[in-house]
């Protein structure tokens, strides 16, 4: 889409008003015909009757006589019979009807769009699936892939996609691996740095400057700082580039790149599904603080390994790529095991506490709320997540990721993992915000899971 296109709905919004107008237009002619047609039939008649002469016997009061005219003759303009007047009569009244059908009927009507459901009926959990599909319908992203995964099982119970705008029978973005991680990144900061033993949740990071950009100017800390400071679990739930990267230049290139093998990346699976995330900071200077925050495009990520990131640490588990039985060539078929070692306890505990921040205190918080969700249900769970956004070019756009989890308090045997990406197009419409629909996901998945027997 260019610059100046506008959203389908827009369109459509623009011709129905056009016609609108164009049908009062022709009504207003229609009315004024019949009102003022009367009026010239009336003069025409008037026209045509004798002319009366004023001779001493009419000013006595005695009128020439006239002809009697014939019921053929009363109407000016009629020259036919009455049956042959009305045939007339219900010719124009047919013919206005017809001018008026044709403004209200597009010339162009836009084809009814025919709903395969194929692939809903296919997936695990039919009802989720379909809610997935009447969403990506009615938000309309530009390219978008929607994945849920159930924790215990590994396994993939629902999907959905969208390619310029329409809705795909198939998930062929589950292992494109050329999607900017953007910020999902900074998951491997904080888990290496807590590998490191050197911080922990509440450790104190300077915080200098915005947190969306990262100047040079950023990164240079005196020895002796005493300016502001933001905590580590704060700086990971706020998406603040700046602290995540002096985080990123302190531990090293070598622990981060150690941490991001734990969490999948730089990694050919079995059969290629899905493809090699790439993770690859340089030793030092300002390439390795654009990687430990994410604020580069060659930190790429697939959706299958950002659910498999987050069901590791949600399940403290070694990394497992999600799998589905009948999603033959986008995901695994089975359960494989990975040459990946596991993180910490304290590790895995803080990287679950950074995204539960993220959700209370951080940039998921505003949408991943009682606005989008029933609060009983909110209250219910457990919400953990980390929010992304970057622009991009295979395809191009605005991507904006979450990647998170859902977990049952009184039973956290009840759980889901939720990844969601957009693009969206840099000039023109876009879509609800991802976090919007991952937590209309989430609310609705509760609906069918917390409240059953109650």
């Known amino acids: 889409m260019t610059g100046h296109s506008k959203h389908p709905d827009e369109i459509l919004l623009r011709r129905n008003r056009c016609i609108a107008a164009g049908v009062f237009i022709i009504l207003c002619v229609f009315i004024a015909s019949c009102i003022f047609g009367k009026d010239e039939q009336s003069a025409t008649k008037a026209q045509e009757q004798p002319a009366i002469q004023t001779t001493p016997d009419t000013l006595a009061g005695e009128l020439p006589a006239t002809e009697t005219p014939s019921p053929a003759a009363t109407d000016g303009n009629a020259t036919g019979t009455p049956a042959e007047m009305q045939s007339d009569k219900a010719e124009n009244l047919a013919n206005a009807q017809a001018s008026i059908v044709a403004a209200i009927a597009p010339e162009n009507a836009p084809e009814p769009e025919i709903i395969d459901s194929v692939h809903i009926k296919n997936q695990k959990d039919v009802f989720l699936a379909e809610k997935i599909d009447q969403m990506l319908r009615r938000f309309k992203p530009m390219h978008s892939i929607v994945l849920v995964v159930e924790p215990k099982s590994n396994e993939i119970v629902a999907w959905g996609e969208t390619k310029d705008y329409k809705v795909q029978n198939e998930p062929d973005y589950f292992t494109r691996n050329t999607f900017p991680a953007a910020s999902l990144a900074k998951t491997i900061t904080i888990a290496a740095a807590m590998e490191s033993n050197r911080y922990s949740l509440n450790s104190p990071i ?114 497992e790529i999600p799998w589905a039985a009948n999603l033959d060539g986008y995901a695994p078929k089975s359960r494989i095991a990975l040459d990946v070692d596991k993180f910490s306890e304290n590790t895995y ?80 419409y876009r879509s609800q915000p991802a976090c919007q629909v991952a937590a209309m996901i989430i609310n609705y998945w509760a609906h069918q899971n917390l409240n059953k027997g109650n």
């Open 206 to 319: 300077p915080d200098r400057g915005a947190h969306h950009t990262l100047y040079k100017n950023q990164l240079r800390v005196p020895e002796n700082y005493t300016g502001p400071t933001i905590e580590l679990q704060d700086a990971y739930a706020k998406s603040a580039n700046p602290p995540l990267a002096i985080i990123g230049m302190n531990v090293g290139a070598s622990r981060l790149k150690a941490a991001a093998k734990n969490l999948g990346y730089n990694m050919n699976f079995p059969g290629g599904l899905p493809g090699r995330s790439n993770y690859a900071p340089p030793d030092s200077g300002y390439g390795l603080a654009e990687a430990s925050c994410g604020f580069t495009e060659a930190t790429t990520l697939t959706p299958l390994l950002a659910a498999a990131q987050v069901r590791s640490i949600l399940m403290k588990k070694p990394l």
């Open 349 to 428: 505990y803080g990287l679950r506490e950074a995204m539960i921040r993220s959700i209370t205190n951080g940039t998921a918080r505003k949408h991943i709320s009682t606005r989008n969700m029933a609060r009983k249900n909110f209250n219910a769970l457990n919400i953990g997540g980390k929010t992304g956004s970057l622009d991009g070019h295979d395809p191009y756009g605005r991507y904006e990721w979450f990647m998170g989890f859902a977990q049952a308090k009184e039973d956290p045997s009840k759980s889901l993992v939720v990844v969601i990406l957009q693009v969206h197009d840099l000039q023109g």
